[in-house]
């Protein structure tokens, strides 16, 4: 299983893209990445590609199908995974190729502290070295980093689940106290900023022949996300077991499509404090939830917080001249 990536051409949406793979039976999905239109197709364990020919599928040659999609699409075509690294080239791709900004998709990251938190707030932003929101729901506390973060997850605070959500792709990160204890002594420090499971939903996957018979069920094996394990870990037995997640439940969240209901599920599947669906989706700020505290990592961040938050001098001298009280005029007597 890997990605071709379609780079240089012209006008590469998914549709083309999925005609020119469907014209060659070539099983696979399509999907937008990061501002690319990206193919993820299943190759044999001797490193062919798997196509369709009839009722059945087969395995044929890669480099062949890849210099006949570069041809069609005037682009590069990169395929790759694992130890292999294979390039279709388009004549006159770099000559056609439009100059585009890169895609700014800045992700909602969210970190949910299921180990002990008390009193570490107020060291999170030196730990995690950004300033960040902070909020107590249902036994865990939700962290949220505002810009630029590290991630650096003692044992006591673990498990530590990470949501991570851009227009296109979906990523969840587990760190673990049993995955923690897996590494050895001397890499305990530089272990607490490594997941011990990652899940990764890239893009929204679409299937490229029809949805029946064997290549359906190889392009929905396609579709499942993508389950990393650090290689210090024999198996993620220990980790699910830290999680209260069974196997079943975890193949079941992968099978899942990256849609709008996934951050549900995976709030569900982990036993995330509800509230985390809507601040993966955008729906609620966190700032605003109940008890929320931002944390600002330097004193001159917190006062320009402070300056920023606070009702603006013109909006206050407006309510003044409207004879309305304020929220810091109401422990006083008399009008404002």
């Known amino acids: 299983m890997l990605d071709i990536a379609p780079s240089g051409g012209a006008d590469l949406n ?9 014209k060659r039976g070539v099983a696979a999905v399509v999907g937008e990445e990061d501002g690319t239109v990206t193919a993820r ?3 044999t364990t001797g490193g062919d590609l798997v196509v369709e020919s009839g009722d059945s599928l087969t395995a044929t040659a890669p480099q062949p199908v890849l210099d006949a999609l570069a041809r069609d699409w005037s682009a590069d075509v990169l395929l790759e995974a694992g130890d292999l690294f294979l390039v279709g080239r388009g004549r006159g791709a770099a000559d056609e190729a439009p100059v585009t900004a890169p895609v700014q998709d800045h992700p909602v990251r969210v970190h949910v502290v299921r180990g002990d938190h ?30 630029h973060s590290r991630d650096a997850w003692p044992p006591a605070q673990r498990p ?60 929905r094996m396609l579709c499942q996300a993508a389950l ?16 209260r997640l069974t196997r079943p439940e975890l193949d079941r969240l992968r099978s899942l499509q990256n849609d709008g209901a996934l951050a549900g599920h995976i709030v569900r599947t982990f036993h995330l404090p509800g509230v985390v669906d809507d601040i993966v989706l955008r729906r609620v700020d966190v700032d605003a939830l109940p008890g929320a505290r931002r944390i ?22 407006f309510r003044r001249g409207g004879n309305d009280e304020g929220p810091g005029d109401r422990g006083r007597a008399g009008p404002s």
């Open 41 to 43: 197709v299943a190759l």
């Open 118 to 147: 008390a009193g570490s707030r107020a060291a999170l932003p030196q730990q995690l070295e950004a300033s960040v929101t902070v909020v107590e729901a249902e036994g865990a506390l939700i962290v949220m980093p505002h810009g």
């Open 160 to 219: 530590v689940v990470t949501i991570s959500r851009t227009r296109t792709s979906v990523v969840v990160e587990v760190f673990s106290a049993a995955g923690l204890a897996a590494f050895p002594d001397a890499e305990r420090m530089r272990g607490r900023g490594i997941p011990d499971l990652t899940l990764s939903w890239p893009a929204r996957w679409f299937p490229v022949l029809p949805e029946v018979g064997t290549a359906g069920e190889v392009q």
């Open 228 to 243: 990393e394990r650090i290689p210090e870990l024999p198996d993620e037995g220990p980790v699910l077991e830290e999680l």
């Open 14 to 22: 998914l549709e083309r893209v999925s005609a020119a793979l469907r």
């Open 296 to 317: 600002e990592r330097t004193e001159w961040g917190r006062r320009a917080w402070e300056l920023t938050a606070r009702p603006s001098l013109w909006s206050r001298l």
